[in-house]
Structures are given as C-alpha cells and as structure tokens.
C-alpha cells in the first residue's frame, strides 16, 4: 500500500507557492451573468468511479476524473485504484478523463524534463489501457507547480488544475485554476457547502476535487452522503454542472 506524501513546508516552500500562483500566468476570462460547478475526483480511487460517478450521475451530471496510471489496478491509502473497466464505463457515461503525472509527482520537488516525461508516460499508459478520448485537463498533484511547469503543460492542454482553496472569478489563470475540497470531515464538508451557496450572490467558477467517496473516508477523502450533501447544495444553487473540457470550452467559444 502506498503511504500518503507530505509536500515541502516552511517559509522558502510557501514563497515558491505563492510565485507559482503569480508566474507563467493564462488569463481566462470567466462570464459574470452565471455560475459553473465542477466536481473532479483526483488519482483516481475505484470508489470515486463507482460511488461518486453513481451520485453525480443521479441528478444528471459529469465530472472531471484526473488519472494516475501507476496506481491502476492497485491499492493506496484511498483503497483500490481505478482500473480500465473504470476508464471504459465513465467514458461511455460522458464523464472526462483528464491527466495527472504517472507517479504522482511533485513538481516542485523533482525536475521539470523528469516531471514532463513522466506526464508522457501516463497519457501512453492510459491509451494502452484503452482511452479513446484525448486528455484537455491536467492537475498538478498536490498542487504544487512550478512556472516552468506552467508554461511547458499550457502548450499541451487546454486548462490546468492547483489546489489553492477559493472560486475561480473574473480573469482566472487557465494555468493554475483554483478549487476547493470535499474533505477534512464535519469543519470542511461545511466549507464546501459554504461555497456553493456563495454563488447565489457572487457568482463563479466553483471547482470541487475529491478523492474516495467511502463510509470510512480517508482525511483526503468524504462519505457518500458528505458527498450528496454538496451536490444538494450545488443544486440548490443554480449552478451549470459542467466538466473541465466543457466549462473551458463554453468560456472560449463566449470569448
């Protein structure tokens, strides 16, 4: 089983962080009259592809599932990994497949020719597991990205996910687009919900991440009915629910 990973911290890590947010940026510019949700599954657990596909599905709705070949087939800290009979079924559901690194590298912690190589290796893995579709969207594991990253991966999809928690408004960085958690139990599921309601008076770009969707979560992680919760709040909310590759591509066509 696969340990979790702490990233770096301290002071030169958080400055690092916050150049990373300031540099390389691509400006996207979201609409002002309306409210966008995406719900996007990081990794990605088997019980995100089952569970959490299951409840989105429910009410009508697509997500956005970022791909860690080298967890295929395996089991980690979420549980067991997605395998291809995940990729083939979410596909035909109309669920997105985007990209993450192969091993779940750190960008800030490795070089940028390694970080790129290993992106190389899971799109190969991924279409010999039998993905069809191409891969729009990447997330950067663990948030952690690098200006060079920026720059480099912006060439090769159209949009690119951090973990800095807050909704995407006005003029957004396509290459670091912000997104908020559904986890750390009780304290952050209300967050999330918080953030939903919040586009009823100021609308956005709402961008959720997950990883399982299980009764016993991890702290990365949420219940099915923790789950539910936000979807009802989502709703209630009015939002469009929207998959990366379909938000950037209403936003480019409105432009």
């Known amino acids: 089983m696969n340990?979790?990973?702490t990233p770096a911290s301290g002071l030169l890590a958080g400055l690092n962080r916050r150049w990373a947010r300031f540099a390389a940026r691509h400006p996207l510019q979201l609409p002002s009259d309306r409210a966008i949700v995406t719900i996007t599954f990081d990794d990605f657990p088997k019980s995100a592809a089952t569970v959490g596909a299951a409840l989105l599905e429910q009410r009508g709705w697509r997500g956005t599932y970022y791909a860690?070949?080298?967890?295929?087939?395996?089991?980690?800290?979420?549980?067991?990994?997605?395998?291809?009979?995940?990729?083939?079924?979410l596909t035909r559901a109309g669920h997105e497949i985007a990209c993450h690194t192969y091993s779940h590298l750190d960008a800030s912690q490795v070089g940028s020719a390694a970080f790129l190589?290993?992106?190389?290796?899971?799109?190969?893995?991924?279409?010999?597991?039998?993905?069809?579709?191409?891969?729009?969207?990447?997330a950067f594991p663990y948030g952690e990205a690098t200006?060079?990253?920026?720059?480099?991966?912006?060439?090769?999809?159209?949009?690119?996910?951090?973990?800095?928690?807050?909704?995407?408004?006005?003029r957004a960085d396509r290459n670091l687009l912000k997104s908020v958690?559904?986890?750390?139990?009780?304290?952050?599921?209300?967050?999330?919900?918080?953030?939903?309601?919040?586009?009823?008076?100021?609308?956005?770009?709402?961008?959720?991440?997950?990883h399982d969707?299980?009764?016993?979560?991890?702290?990365?992680?949420?219940?099915?009915?923790?789950?539910?919760?936000?979807?009802?709040?989502?709703?209630?909310?009015?939002?469009?629910?929207?998959?990366?590759?379909?938000?950037?591509q209403q936003m480019e066509t409105a432009a």
């Open 3 to 5: 340990a979790p990973y």
């Open 68 to 89: 860690s070949a080298g967890y295929a087939g395996g089991v980690t800290h979420h549980g067991a990994m997605f395998d291809s009979g995940d990729l083939h079924r």
């Open 117 to 138: 190589a290993d992106i190389a290796r899971n799109e190969r893995a991924l279409k010999a597991m039998g993905l069809e579709t191409e891969l729009d969207s990447f």
């Open 147 to 170: 200006p060079t990253t920026k720059r480099a991966l912006s060439e090769h999809f159209s949009n690119l996910r951090g973990v800095h928690a807050d909704i995407n408004r006005g």
């Open 181 to 210: 958690p559904i986890d750390g139990g009780e304290p952050g599921i209300q967050r999330a919900i918080d953030a939903a309601e919040s586009l009823s008076r100021h609308t956005g770009w709402l961008i959720y991440y997950a």
């Open 213 to 248: 969707v299980q009764d016993s979560p991890t702290q990365w992680g949420c219940t099915p009915a923790q789950l539910e919760r936000v979807c009802a709040a989502i709703a209630e909310s009015g939002a469009e629910v929207l998959t990366m590759r379909e938000a950037v």
